[in-house]
């Protein structure tokens, strides 16, 4: 991956926007040739904040939409909504948690990134420093994080259509892990699931609530890692039991022979940032397993 890309994202990722990062810099793969990833040209703005309670609260700015992003060591929580920009102006209204008015100020002018574009080729991305002055606010349900200003500092950035092989290629020795399972549970405006990875030295579990409101998407993440001895225990009948640590509490059983029904059970939660323990295991609970599992 282009180095300025790879700082630009770690940038959103250290700001808290890792979902904006993925919709506003992600590959077009329907476009690519085998091994190649094609990028293309995208533009965002965005700012952070300390906000209460340990969290990390960012705002990234698409061509359509804002996303408030809060972030903990465990958890993260996406609010996606519509908005109004004009020319410099950006209105939106985060439901009934907060709003957003502010003007964007440059700082600089747009300056091409310097680095080396490794095994991307196309045209240099653009990059200005900027201020957001106005008005943001926004509590989280349950005031679980809060934060407002009147002004921050941030950047905008604006990149161009980019072929990309080696370590942003789609395929090979460079594709993200995947999980050895995936339990899903569809409900009426979303889904909770449960993701494992198995690494070295250890077990990597994550649990998603995804829900879809009026005029609001929402994506609350947590994430648990403990060595394979600590959360894994498999019996003679190859089925796997799993207890993450916190923010997780209880444990849910693997069972890839057992029916459809039957194949994630348990008293497995998780502590979502808003929304308190939610249940993670049960018959509604849809399990894919990864080849070899």
Partial sequence: MMRWRQRAVEGLLALGIAGAAIALTGPDLAQARSGYTVYPATSWKGFHLRGANGYLVAVAI???????????????????????????????????LGALSMRVVPTSPYAPTTEPQGDCRGRLAQVQDVM??????????????????????????????EVCRGESAAIGND??????????????????????????GGIGVVARKFEERKRMSIDRIVNSFMKAEDGLQDDVEENRTISP?????G???????????????????AEFPGQGFLRLAGREFVVSLNRGE
């Fill in 62 to 96: 698409g061509q359509r939409s804002v996303t408030v992003q809060a972030i903990s060591r465990t958890s993260s929580v996406s609010y996606t909504v519509p908005a109004r920009i004009q020319n410099s102006k950006v209105k939106a209204q985060i439901g009934r």
């Fill in 251 to 269: 444990s849910a059983e693997l069972r890839p022979g057992a029916a459809a029904t039957e194949r994630w059970r348990g008293n497995l939660e």
């Fill in 175 to 200: 594709e993200a892990a995947e999980p050895f399972f995936i339990a899903r549970a569809r409900e009426r405006r979303g889904f909770r699931e449960v993701l494992a990875f198995e690494g070295a």
């Fill in 132 to 161: 957001f002055k106005g008005s943001f606010r926004w509590r989280g349900e349950r005031g679980f994080s809060r934060v407002s200003t009147h002004a921050a500092a941030g950047l905008s950035v604006r990149s161009f259509r």
């Fill in 245 to 249: 640590r916190f923010p997780f509490r």
